[in-house]
């Protein structure tokens, strides 16, 4: 047996810096979902948002707050009274919280973004500390700029941020600029030089910008470091945050290397990642590491006959562990209401009311027809279909013809509040076609700004995951729509946009 090793902190932040990048937008019901599984996989915090910045921020922590029992839920504020009121309120329900405030500490940051100097930085970090303390025992306390700051100054704002009550110190690589060997160091020296860096937890947080967002974390690791920030997928601005399973994966794989365990249940790994891809419309690339569709696949005869004989050849990660393959053949035409809503159960997705989960089990019945089986990903595409609060557009029917040598075109029935209306267009394709004929009857005034379609599952049956993201107004949003026809599935995608253009203006109204 080895020696009990250090834990090493899995703080998750797919739903608030994950979210931050453009076009990744979620509702309430989605955080809720991802959550959820995040809180199956056994990751210790969640930041759910921040919950100033919007009145939609804020409910989306409290619903997280209140849905999730296991890891310990928290909000970003800035260090400033009003941002750790707010997030003190949104996480009341919670049974563990944290509240994670930061400011600036870089010469450049300070000088013209704060206006401010350093000695009042200090005395106001200080302050924000011992005001978070007031509504949880557990404050993080975050270095904006941190890597560009005067060692000095950081090292004395640590040590009085640590006196304040801040149990967990966050030095980010903000701007995806760090590299493994000195940002490491950096750690070292910060844990060497504040007296009582021994009564806190140090943590990295690092974006993707030079492809280094995981080595980065990992170096800091080796060098003292107990908490790491990442997303699922790296998903985040720009090129992104670290990637929460490549810096799992790497722990465990590495176990002779590293002096951490992680808690988390690997086996959740891939079902959460597809679920992110799904509800963000990012799709995750094939060559990506553990989640990506190649990532276990050994295409070359001299591989496939040794890991024939013997597995650890050039495996060095079981696909199962990390949640490959446990999608098998569940569920089909003949299974009844029971078989489906106890799978969704185990899926972790629970659904309100009766309602609900009548109109999601009418779609499983009409996906059946047409697919003979049907996986944990059909389930979840159904489910994402239903998010629309509102159903103001509704596809009646659909028929697009597509012939060599003359343009693609759609004939659309679509019905607005209730009223039925038709329409033909022609378009550059059958998707671009259909679209047009949308617009000729709605006329919405958004623009598209992503298609993208995805197969659900493998074969020539599976079903069309499609996206559309339309902006307008500075608002945007992503419609989803599954079909085993994509034209249908655009279609459906379009109308889901569409309605949640709706609800979202219906809401500016006070409606
Ligand atoms: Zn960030």
Redesign the pocket.
């Known amino acids: 047996m080895s020696t009990k090793k250090d834990k090493l902190v899995i703080f998750d932040?797919t739903l608030r810096?994950g979210e931050?990048s453009p076009g990744a937008s979620m509702t309430k019901e989605e955080k809720v979902r991802i959550a959820r599984m995040l809180e199956r996989m056994r990751v210790d915090v969640i930041e759910a948002g921040f919950a100033i910045a919007s009145p939609g921020d804020f409910e989306a922590v409290q619903a997280v707050a209140e849905a999730v029992t296991e890891s310990r839920i928290c909000s970003l504020a800035r260090a400033v009274n009003a941002d750790i009121l707010r997030a003190g309120e949104a996480l009341k329900k919670a049974n563990a919280s944290r509240i994670h405030t930061f400011i600036a500490t870089s010469p450049i940051h300070m000088k013209y973004k704060l206006q401010m100097d350093p000695e009042d930085v200090l005395q106001q970090a200080v302050n924000a500390v011992k005001t978070a303390r007031q509504f949880t025992d557990d404050v993080e306390f975050s270095l904006e700029d941190g890597s560009r700051s005067e060692p000095d100054f950081m090292y004395r704002i640590i040590e009085a941020v640590i006196t304040a009550g801040a149990g967990t110190i966050n030095i980010?690589d903000?701007v995806g600029y760090g590299e493994p060997e000195e940002y490491g160091a950096m750690f070292r020296r910060v844990i060497e030089s504040v007296p009582n860096s021994d009564k806190a937890i140090f943590s990295t947080?690092c974006?993707n910008d030079l492809g280094l967002a995981v080595a980065n974390s990992l170096s800091a690791v080796m060098n003292g470091v107990r908490q790491v920030?990442c997303t699922i997928n790296g998903l985040?601005?720009r090129a992104g945050?670290a990637s929460l399973e490549e810096i799992v994966m790497a722990v465990q794989t590495r176990q002779d290397l590293y002096p951490v365990e992680t808690g988390i249940d690997t086996s959740h790994i891939v079902p959460t990642s597809r679920m992110v891809s799904s509800v963000t419309g990012f799709p995750v690339q094939p060559n990506k590491a553990i989640v990506g569709a190649n990532a276990f696949a050994h295409e070359s005869g001299i591989h496939q006959d040794g890991v024939l004989k013997h597995r650890e050849t050039y495996e060095i990660m079981r696909a199962e562990d990390v949640g490959w393959g446990q999608n098998r053949l569940v569920l089909g035409k003949h299974s009844g209401r029971a078989a489906v809503r106890a799978r969704y159960e185990e899926l972790g997705i629970n659904f309100s009311d009766s309602e609900e989960f009548h109109q999601v089990f009418l779609r499983f019945k009409e996906l059946a027809d047409k697919k003979h089986e049907i996986f944990d990903e059909d389930l979840h595409s159904l489910v994402a279909e239903s998010e629309a609060p509102v159903e103001r557009f509704q596809l009646n029917d659909l028929d697009v013809r597509s012939k060599i040598g003359s343009a693609p075109q759609a004939f659309i029935s679509l019905s607005i509040d209730g009223k039925a209306h038709e329409t033909e267009a022609k378009g550059d394709g059958p998707v671009d076609a259909t679209f047009k004929a949308i617009e000729y009857i709605v006329d919405s005034g958004a623009d598209l700004k992503l298609y993208s379609v995805n197969a659900v599952t493998q074969g020539t049956d599976s079903q069309g995951s499609v996206t559309v993201r339309l902006e307008k107004d500075g608002r945007l949003v992503n419609g989803v729509g599954a079909d085993t026809d994509i034209l249908i599935a655009s279609a459906q995608a379009y109308m889901d946009a569409l309605n949640l253009l709706a609800s979202s203006e219906s809401k500016k109204q006070g409606v």
Do not use: C, Y
């Open positions: 932040t810096d931050q980010p903000t947080h974006h920030e985040g601005e945050n």
